[in-house]
């Protein structure tokens, strides 16, 4: 790791991770967007697509107000079968360390399950990030998860 | 080719058909004798099926593997720069060689006993085909009156239209434009008009449902202003719309054509109370539309071509949608995102962003295969019961509004006449 980071920092980075984490998997909408930068972008891309240089992301947000929108149209207009979802996210791979800005990698699995049915791998990849430093603390003003299951379970609802 | 399966293995008895077709068996979901006969008579005969774009293959060797029904086939540009389509099947022991789901050859090598092929499919190299010599004796090879030609790849038919390429097991199948019919070509070249297409993406989803639902799901113009709350708070779909539903002679394709009106007040079109009157965007950049030429006036056209693909053009998001079956409780649905050469980085990030509404997770398309999924379950539950699909009351006709159910009895119309051929 040629990258260098604080002890603060790192402990900060780390709570971010474990907070984002347990906020989508309690499905606390609102609070999701609040994890991210005003101009923040947020990905969920086939590796396929990311390999290969094809832009489509199965979401693709470039503002925390996107972020919003989902957020309504998750408890809103998105009918759908109700499940939960449980993150294990690996320990943040630090890539880069510059002030106040970190390029952060970190694998991930997303467990789906709907209600009364079994437990299943919904999602598999990693994330790519990019965490700043705000006068609120640690927010991400990049998140692009990279999935290797391309074949998605009938739909995403929620984000990962 | 496969022996017909026969008639008496159709669950008769549950395939109760009332008024026409607009009450639909449940059993037509369900059945895999069922489902392989169809396999049979919409994938593998008299039909072209979606492979994909050419612009997905824009090199001499480039090469896309996909599927047809649920045989798979490898999309191929031979060295001289002709499109092929052949079944990714070794001649010699059947084996699905190519794994790849992309890729660039300059021959196709299957891995178990290297036998060689071209990229149009002919066979070109079969090893220890004389036999090896020991001793000065040949042992073994193959029969003095084996013939390459005779053990190709199986080559399939191929119609390329407007960079969109098609294929048929079935060499005797009528010609591309005959088989789409005028009434439907005419929308499939307003898409694709011999402008080069660019390729965006891919998105997959496997919907645990019967494959012909998400055909019907294109065919039923009913729904997006009622289930898909975006289409009618910004007027993208909507019952008082300017529509057309068209369909060719056999009503087994169809063109679904709309014309944005009103955004807003919601209440007095769909009765339903339930939706948001005051709904706003955060981010309105999801909605940036902006008018293209090729348009000529409708706003959405949507595209179903019986079996096997749906085509796309919702504002400024265009796709295509390809069904790929698997057994007769699921299919795989892939999504090619494409855009247009003379595309400004602008338009292309208009499509992108508006790609948000389509998709595995789309705003008014990620709900789709989950009612899909809820049909399939009660069909299984309850084989004997129907559907009802009377919304216009039973006749099968072109309209000039979207408030019927037309197109779905239609291609049950042409589903019945094939099926008891």
């Given at each position: 790791m040629s990258a260098a980071i604080g002890f603060e920092d790192w402990q900060a980075l780390i709570q971010l991770y474990a907070d984002y984490a347990g906020t989508v998997d309690a499905g606390h909408w609102e609070q999701w967007p609040e994890f991210?930068?005003?101009?923040?972008v947020y990905r969920v891309q086939p590796r396929e697509n990311h390999e290969r240089g094809f832009p489509l992301a199965t979401l693709s947000f470039e503002s925390k107000?996107?972020?919003?929108?989902r957020a309504y149209g998750i408890r809103e207009t998105l009918f759908h079968d109700p499940y939960y979802q449980r993150h294990v996210v690996g320990l943040p791979r630090l890539l880069r360390a510059?002030?106040?800005?970190?390029?952060?990698?970190?694998?991930?699995?997303?467990?789906?399950?709907?209600?009364s049915q079994l437990t299943t791998v919904y999602n598999v990849g990693r994330s790519l990030d990019v965490v700043v430093r705000m006068p609120a603390g640690l927010k991400f003003?990049?998140?692009?998860?990279?999935?290797?299951?391309?074949?998605?379970?009938?739909?995403?609802?929620y984000p990962l | 080719m496969n022996a017909p399966i026969p008639r008496a293995?159709?669950?008769?008895?549950?395939?109760?058909?009332?008024?026409?077709?607009?009450r639909i068996p449940f059993a037509v979901y369900n059945d895999p004798a069922l489902h392989k006969q169809e396999l049979q008579r919409f994938f593998y005969e008299r039909h072209w099926c979606y492979v994909g774009l050419e612009a997905e293959i824009?090199?001499?060797g480039d090469y896309k593997r996909t599927e047809i029904g649920e045989r798979s086939v490898i999309l191929v540009r031979a060295l001289d720069g002709a499109i092929h389509v052949v079944e990714n099947a070794c001649a010699h022991r059947g084996v699905a060689f190519c794994r790849a789901r992309h890729g660039n050859a300059q021959a196709f090598v299957c891995p178990y006993h290297q036998w060689n092929y071209a990229l149009d499919g002919r066979l070109r190299g079969v090893p220890m085909r004389h036999g090896v010599k020991r001793d000065g004796v040949v042992q073994g090879g193959m029969p003095a009156d084996f013939n390459f030609a005779d053990h190709g790849l199986t080559r399939l038919k191929v119609a390329v239209r407007g960079g969109v390429v098609f294929a048929s097991f079935d060499h005797d199948v009528e010609a591309f434009e005959d088989f789409v019919g005028p009434a439907v070509l005419r929308y499939f070249d307003r898409l694709f008009d011999g402008r080069q297409l660019k390729i965006l993406g891919y998105n997959r989803q496997r919907i645990p449902g019967n494959w012909k639902l998400m055909q019907e799901n294109i065919k039923d113009p009913y729904h997006p202003g009622l289930l898909h709350t975006?289409?009618?708070?910004?007027?993208?779909?909507?019952?008082?719309?300017?529509?057309?539903?068209v369909m060719d002679g056999h009503h087994r394709h169809a063109a679904m054509i709309s014309t944005r009106g009103n955004a807003g007040a919601v209440s007095e079109v769909s009765r339903v109370s339930s939706f948001k009157q005051a709904m706003n965007l955060h981010d309105p950049r999801f909605l940036d539309i902006v008018p293209e030429a090729w348009w000529n006036g409708p706003t959405a056209v949507m595209t179903t071509l019986f079996p096997s693909v749906i085509l796309q053009q919702q504002v400024n998001s265009v796709s295509t949608r390809q069904i790929v079956p698997d057994g007769h409780g699921h299919f795989d649905f892939v999504w090619t995102h494409f855009g247009f050469e003379d595309d400004t980085p602008e338009m292309t990030r208009r499509r992108l962003r508006q790609a948000n509404l389509f998709g595995p997770a789309g705003f008014v398309s990620a709900d789709d295969g989950e009612v899909i999924e809820f049909s399939q379950e009660t069909f299984e539950a309850k084989p004997a019961h129907?559907?009802?699909?009377?919304?216009?009351?039973?006749?099968?006709?072109?309209?000039?509004?979207?408030?019927?159910?037309?197109?779905?009895?239609?291609?049950?119309?042409?589903?019945?006449?094939?099926?008891?051929r």
């Open positions: 991210f930068t005003d101009d923040c107000g996107m972020l919003k929108d510059d002030e106040g800005r970190y390029e952060v990698e970190a694998n991930y699995a997303v467990f789906r399950t709907k209600l003003a990049r998140r692009e998860f990279i999935y290797d299951s391309e074949m998605i379970p009938n739909s995403m609802i | 293995e159709l669950a008769a008895s549950t395939m109760n058909w009332e008024r026409g077709t607009s824009p090199k001499p975006w289409f009618v708070t910004f007027g993208l779909w909507r019952a008082d719309n300017r529509a057309r539903m129907r559907t009802l699909a009377e919304l216009g009351g039973d006749e099968v006709a072109d309209t000039d509004h979207m408030v019927t159910e037309t197109l779905i009895r239609g291609m049950y119309r042409y589903w019945r006449e094939v099926m008891a």
